[in-house]
T-cell receptor, first 117, second 114 residues
Framework: NAGVTQTPKFQVLKTGQSMTLQCAQDMNHEYMSWYRQDPGMGLRLIHYSVGAGITDQGEVPNGYNVSRSTTEDFPLRLLSAAPSQTSVYFC????????????????FGEGSRLTVL | AQSVSQHNHHVILSEAASLELGCNYSYGGTVNLFWYVQYPGQHLQLLLKYFSGDPLVKGIKGFEAEFIKSKFSFNLRKPSVQWSDTAEYFCAVNRQTGANNLFFGTGTRLTVIP
């Protein structure tokens, strides 16, 4: 299984440019999410989705958009990149809850390192 | 608001030393607790998790963690570290019901000296 696949792995943008980070999973997971990782701050949740057609904001959603048209894909869009968005971005997915309780682990992609100049 | 605290930012140990990394959380309701590891240049991988039952959980590579509900803690331990344990370790918490989003601590960087 490929698991969670992110592209691109590296990207350099200029301030004001837009781009999309792609995320795809082949595990038929309902829940998908995007995190950013910054030194000394751990991972912070940007957006998440509990199923196709459903998205919601996490801790740090400003400057990012998401959509979930299929179960497999969960792209993250930067509309107008800013230097503060320089970070490593991780996509993660999880299986549905079992018996109403979520006990599942998150499966992470390998990350996308974004630099905004 | 929920929070996860990891008080050790950087820990340096010699091989064969014992390891304990602290994790405290502030979270209402019934929670799941996780430790993830990130080796240099790699993505996060699950070390172990607790959601019910025996509060002492064992994970991969000889790691274990103990959930102490009264202290809101979930400390990670390993009796004897190896050079290959050099990595960053993240504690994470989520609720068992509701949105279930996973919240992470700021991480502890472990350096093991051969």
């Amino acid at each position: 299984n490929a698991g969670v696949t992110q592209t691109p792995k590296f990207q350099v943008l200029k301030t004001g440019q837009s781009m999309t980070l792609q995320c795809a999973q082949d595990m038929n997971h309902e829940y998908m999410s995007w995190y950013r990782q910054d030194p000394g701050m751990g991972l912070r949740l940007i957006h998440y989705s509990v199923g196709a057609g459903i998205t919601d904001q996490g801790e740090v959603p400003n400057g990012y958009n998401v959509s979930r048209s299929t179960t497999e894909d969960f792209p993250l869009r930067l509309l107008s990149a800013a230097p503060s968005q320089t970070s490593v971005y991780f996509c993660a997915s999880r299986d549905r809850t079992s018996g109403g309780l979520n006990t599942g682990e998150l499966f992470f992609g390998e990350g996308s390192r974004l630099t905004v100049l | 608001a929920q929070s996860v605290s990891q008080h050790n930012h950087h820990v340096i140990l010699s091989e064969a030393a014992s390891l304990e990394l602290g994790c405290n959380y502030s979270y209402g309701g019934t929670v799941n607790l996780f430790w993830y590891v990130q080796y240099p240049g790699q993505h996060l991988q699950l070390l172990l998790k607790y959601f019910s039952g025996d509060p002492l959980v064992k994970g991969i590579k000889g790691f274990e963690a103990e959930f102490i509900k009264s202290k809101f803690s979930f400390n990670l331990r390993k009796p004897s570290v190896q050079w290959s344990d050099t990595a960053e370790y993240f504690c994470a918490v989520n609720r068992q019901t509701g949105a279930n989003n996973l919240f992470f601590g700021t991480g502890t960087r472990l350096t093991v000296i051969p």
